[in-house]
């Protein structure tokens, strides 16, 4: 998988992320337009939802540096997953390009997950449930490996209850946008700290 990964030329990565990312919010909207649910109505960008978002992003990264810290058992091996498949696939990008590449993860993550999933279960089951679900399934569209999976169902239930809190996507979108970006930047550009939450692709 490492030589595949390696392979791959920025173009590639590009493109792979436009695809996965960019089809992901697509789907919700075209899923939310089928159902009839106001997918696009629950992002109501304000104060609050900015100021949640920006603390969600510190609060993912201290969580990420202490894993780079103390990476023992489960930790250490999700780690060096990152640093031997993460690591290599964005390396060739540039800071533009992960940008890019998160704010599209931000963006069609969310609209899919905690916008059409959550947000269509919570008028169903309730509130907690579809949070739960909802968690699950953003942990197994990242089940790369058994630790990958269960650190990104950790991160939707964190993004998911950002839902609950304020009603609404927009500091849900902000947080894992702004990690994403902050995260692959560490990693990719100063070899240091870093990791992803989950793109599609590795955002």
Do not use: N
């Amino acid at each position: 998988m490492s030589e595949l990964v390696a392979s791959l030329t920025r173009r590639q990565i590009l493109l792979l992320t436009l695809g996965v990312e960019a089809g992901m919010g697509l789907l919700a909207l075209g899923l939310g337009w089928a159902f009839h649910l106001p997918v696009t109505e629950w992002v109501r960008p304000d104060r609050t939802g900015f100021v949640l978002g920006v603390l969600g992003i510190v609060i993912l990264l201290g969580t990420l540096l202490l894993c780079r810290l103390f990476p023992v058992g489960p930790v250490g091996r999700l780690m060096r997953f990152v640093d031997a498949t993460v690591k290599p696939l964005f390396r060739k990008c540039r800071s533009g390009d992960l940008l890019f590449i998160a704010i599209l993860a931000g963006v069609g993550e969310e609209l899919l997950f905690r916008g059409l999933i959550q947000g269509a279960l919570a008028q169903w089951w309730g509130e907690w449930i579809a949070l739960g679900v909802a968690s699950v399934l953003f942990g197994l569209a990242h089940c790369m490996t058994r630790e990958y999976a269960v650190f990104a169902m950790v991160l939707g239930f964190f993004l998911g209850w950002l839902v609950l809190v304020t009603g609404d996507l927009t500091a849900a979108i902000i947080a894992h946008a702004g990690y994403d970006f902050a995260a692959l930047l560490l990693l990719t550009k100063r070899g240091g700290a870093g990791g992803v939450s989950g793109l599609g692709t590795g955002a």
